[in-house]
């Protein structure tokens, strides 16, 4: 397996357009034959930070997700 992890931070104010951004991207990444789970997180501790937390069967797969 292959695990990819993202922080990313949103700019100040666009904290909640950015995590619909990434909840959009959850279903179709999940309908992808080598995805094995991919979940998307927002920080207790700090609104702006949000985790991609994605794992592939390999590395060669998560390629092929980035292309797409």
């Known amino acids: 397996n292959y695990t ?4 990313i ?7 909640d357009t950015l995590g619909e ?9 999940r309908q992808e034959n080598a995805c094995i789970s991919y979940d998307v997180h927002r ?3 700090d609104d ?6 994605e ?4 590395a ?3 390629e092929h ?3 797409q």
Do not use: C, I, T
């Open 9 to 15: 931070r949103a700019k100040a104010g666009r904290s």
């Open 43 to 45: 920080s207790l501790d």
């Open 65 to 67: 997700h980035f292309e």
């Open 4 to 7: 990819n992890l993202a922080m």
């Open 48 to 53: 702006d930070l949000w985790m991609v937390y």
């Open 21 to 29: 951004a990434l909840l959009l991207l959850v279903e179709p990444s």
């Open 60 to 62: 060669g797969d998560l």
């Open 55 to 58: 794992n592939w069967q390999s």
